[in-house]
């Protein structure tokens, strides 16, 4: 898959370098995003699958450290922005346990099939604090897109959109809090409704110890 984004990352990364200038509903909640996280006294977060860094940027105008990581060394290459940028699987990721405040997977899961997102969100709650927060971004309510060109070259990459209440049950499952979400219809030459979901692992419910035990 990331030797598909490797072959068209510069015309990739061209094409969408400014496509949150035209997207405020988006950009508001990576916005919202970033607050959770700054009201927690969270400062890191890792940005999975970050591409050329879109939310990256936006998180780090927002006042976060950013961390963008990518498996297309092509991405890494055409990534910008005031984050530090990485090479590496999201599902394998190269952190330690409890090191980031969040993550944020803006349209990072839509070539992940459903049955695999239980452990991406194990992989990503166990690199998160625990009382840390979770971004994800992705395509919904309408059939895998099939892309076979793209920036006039061939490519073969299914885009699945996911459903909503399935993700979430899974998010719960995976020891995730639902804060909010939110569906907004295509936009432009979007193809499907856009889902928004922010959950924050259960850990910061449960109740510490009372002193002297």
């Known amino acids: 898959m ?4 490797d072959a068209i990352a ?4 061209a094409a969408f370098a400014d496509e949150l200038g035209s997207r405020p509903f988006d950009r508001g909640f990576l916005s919202s995003f970033a607050r959770s996280v700054r009201s927690s006294r969270g400062t890191t977060v890792l ?3 970050c591409g050329p860094g879109q939310a990256a940027r936006e998180l780090a105008g927002a006042g976060l450290d950013v961390l963008g990581l990518d498996a297309s060394k092509g991405m890494i290459a055409a990534a910008s922005g005031p984050a530090s940028w990485v090479v590496g699987d999201m599902t394998a990721l ?3 346990d409890r090191s980031v405040h969040g993550v944020c997977a803006w349209y990072s899961i839509v070539h992940t099939p459903t049955a695999d997102l239980p452990a991406l969100f194990a992989e990503f709650r166990r690199v998160t604090v625990p009382d840390g927060w979770l971004l994800l971004a992705f395509q919904t309510a309408a059939p895998t ?3 076979r060109t793209a920036f006039g070259r061939d ?7 996911h ?3 399935e993700v979430q049950s899974l ?12 569906v907004r219809s295509a936009h432009g030459p979007e193809t499907a409704a856009q889902a928004f979901v922010v959950a924050r692992a259960r850990d910061h419910l449960v109740e510490p110890p009372p002193r002297g035990c």
Request: no cysteine; hydrophobic share 35%.
């Open 2 to 5: 990331h030797s598909e984004y």
């Open 10 to 13: 510069p015309d990739y990364a």
């Open 47 to 49: 940005d999975a699958g």
């Open 94 to 96: 190269p952190l330690a």
């Open 145 to 147: 897109r099939e892309l």
């Open 155 to 161: 490519v073969h990459l299914d885009y699945l959109r």
């Open 163 to 165: 459903d909503v209440d």
């Open 171 to 182: 998010l719960i499952d995976s020891g995730y809090v639902l804060h909010r979400d939110a």
